[in-house]
């Protein structure tokens, strides 16, 4: 292609963040919401730019030195994350509109946030991946530091210290991939698809440095511990994007690197690679039950939610690597919606505790309404686009290891366990002394146009999955072994 289309996606937020910075703080706000509609526009019209499709969306520039390639392409799989990165970033742009006392920089982060993000699910050469990889960090750890709650500091020092350390990993995984492509080839090159991890114990080693580096972003537990608080200390727009795009790095490096790179490996690893999935669907359901507090309730959910994203890519089967990648798709859209609406809660009455309401639904009729829906979303209801996913991934799963399946199953259980019961206690049961319930009004006009963007896309995909099925599933059947 003549036109950099690709490049210009990640470039536009970018230069639109520095527009952001530039405009001053009574016009930051407008421009940062200009710049990421006009991403998100772009994102949605790559397909038509090139006459082959979606086979045409690439781009590469000079070879350099040992190999390393500006490389960029998009498949079903990489377009369809970028489509919900400019989508949520658009959404938590938004949803922060009311608060104009906020300086250029917190506006700024989140558009040079969403083009790192956009660069790592476009790049094909991981040297480009890498640093794509590591500038997600720099923005998000801002934002939790900078515009968040009282505990951000600590916070925000956990999720760089945690997500560094993952890094490391990645990147000793990543050289160790490229020189031994060298050693057996006696040429440089970074691109994803020419690697191939060595065997014996020296493939496992490296596997294992990719799965902690992926491990750390999905999370996989015990590499878990930064998200409960990185999301309770976080603005609830940043919360959005942490769950919505930023957990699907890992699960995305999975199905893009390491089992590629790996592909027999990975097979005989996958009651050991099973059984971490099953563990996060159980674990994050049991922690979710056991919470207070609405923001972290919702980020162990997301925990367990990533583990039918993991247990259906790993299954290696048709129907459960479609599953697991629409899952994030769906994770995405459901969480989000379910942070902003928190943070919509928070705006109102600076509380967040689950015992802190009461019986709102008689007074935010339209608030009980989108939260139902998304907590419905949330436990995978027939006819929403949570029973899409998690079935697909589970029936992969059934398919191969059906004991690991069964864990899921339960996992749905424990959703439900965990999501209705908050969702009453919050909207119907009677408020208790103290509660926060009778100053709360319902939401307004902006928050109303934004969750039915959020409601239409739950039901879309519900209830009409195959055209997103059709655009991963290309991308994935490589991986069937």
Known sequence: MSLPALSLLWILPVAGGVATLSAGRSRSALVAVASSLAVFAWALALPFLAPEGLAGLSEAGPLWSYGIRYRLAADGLSLSLCWLTAFLTSAALAASWAEKELSPGYWASFLFLEGALLGVFLSRDLFSFFVFWEAVLIPMFFLIGLWGSEGRRKAAMKFFLF??????????????????????????TWEMEALRGPRGPAGLAVFAALAVGFGVKVPIVPLHTWLPDAHTEAPASASVMLAGVLLKMGVYGFLRIAL???????????????????????????CAMAQSDLKRLVAYSSVAHLGFCLLGIFSRTPEGLSGGSLQMLNHGLSTGALFMMVGFLYERCHRRGLADFGALARRAPWLALFFGLAVLSSIGLPGTNGFVGEFMALAGMTR??????????????????????????????????????????????????????????????????????????????????
């Open 163 to 188: 997500t560094f350390f993952g890094s490391v990993f990645l990147l000793i995984g990543i050289l160790a991939l490229v020189t031994h492509h060298q050693r057996a080839s006696g040429t440089w």
């Open 260 to 286: 590629p790179a790996f592909p027999e490996l990975s097979w005989e690893l996958l009651p050991w690679l099973g059984v971490l999935a099953a563990v996060n669907v159980l674990y994050g359901g049991l």
């Open 400 to 481: 191969v290891l059906p004991v690991l399946a069964v864990a899921g199953l339960l996992g749905v259980t424990l959703s439900a366990a965990y999501a209705l019961p908050a969702f009453q206690a919050v909207f119907w049961d009677e408020p208790g002394p103290g509660s926060a319930s009778p100053g709360i009004e319902d939401l307004d006009p902006r928050e109303k146009g934004l969750l039915w963007c959020f409601s239409l896309l739950i039901l879309a995909i519900g209830l009409c999955p195959r055209p997103l099925l059709g655009l991963i599933a290309p991308a994935t059947q490589a991986l069937v072994p």
